[in-house]
């Protein structure tokens, strides 16, 4: 198993946003919207709009929610049109950043965006220009189980994952990018819970920060592109220590 979690990054403020209950909800009723959109309104038959409903269900998104997001994506229902769309930059000292959006106006985010990456000793970049330091896997979470780590382990790979880590939160599968329902599915026969899936940015390296104004310059540009509003995730590929971390105030 591995003993480094290198996909796990920033987890010390990864989710302030998610913590805001309005902006999940708005984030998982947009995936439900352009995954129904683009592959249909039954989950049965379209692997990715079953992963967003699974993923909106553990975080309670009431039912009627969902149902309606899947009519304004299949067109059943009236509701705005979205996009998705992928954006890069660097923020202090040179990390990377990766921001997935679904928005009703690409030329609205990209100019706020670009402001954001400036406010915060950043810049926005032309697409390319970070994409090739990260590799597009997918990402299983599971809670702390009944399993101990080398079982679910055993159970992870015969599924058809490429890896397991594991910290005090939980467990992460990671999978190839065209395998993740596949591995969600498998893992499910064999019993085992499941709080998300989804496909994410990996990055190839970290960057270790070591200086406390870039990194704080580098968390505050993070939780910012996090905090907007048309944001779906954000990935980087710099870490953090705890002991650093406890230096920064935001």
């Known amino acids: 198993m591995s003993g480094h979690n290198k996909w796990s990054k920033v987890k010390h403020i990864k989710g302030a946003a998610d ?22 309104g039954d989950p049965d038959l379209n692997a990715r709009l079953r ?6 269900k553990k975080q309670s998104l009431p039912g009627e929610t969902i149902e309606r997001a ?21 923020g202090a000292g040179g990390v990377a950043m990766i921001v997935d959006v679904i928005t009703d106006n690409t030329n609205r985010v990209f100019a706020d965006l670009r402001t954001i990456f400036n406010k915060n000793n950043g810049s926005i970049g ?4 970070v994409a090739y330091l990260f590799d597009r896997k997918g ?93 779906q995730n954000v990935y980087s590929n710099f870490d953090i220590s705890d002991e650093l971390m406890e230096q920064i105030e935001l």
């Open 19 to 40: 913590a805001k209950r309005s902006k999940l909800f708005s984030k998982l009723a947009k995936e439900i919207s352009v995954a129904a959109r683009d592959g249909g």
């Open 51 to 56: 992963q967003a409903v699974t993923n909106a």
């Open 70 to 90: 899947i009519k304004k994506g299949t067109g059943e229902i009236e509701g705005v049109a979205y996009e998705e769309a992928c954006y890069e930059g660097f």
């Open 126 to 129: 032309n697409s390319g220009s």
């Open 139 to 231: 990402e299983i979470k599971l809670p702390h189980g009944d399993d101990d780590d080398e079982a679910l382990l055993e159970k992870a790979l015969e599924s058809g994952a490429e890896d397991m880590v594991s910290d005090g939160e939980g467990h992460v599968v990671i999978t190839r990018h065209d395998q993740l329902a596949a591995v969600a599915s498998a893992l499910l026969k064999a019993g085992v819970d499941i709080d998300s899936q989804q496909l994410v940015y990996m990055p190839q390296s970290v960057q270790e920060m070591t200086d406390v104004s870039v990194a704080r310059q580098a968390v505050r540009l993070f939780s910012a592109l996090e905090d907007y509003d048309d944001t």
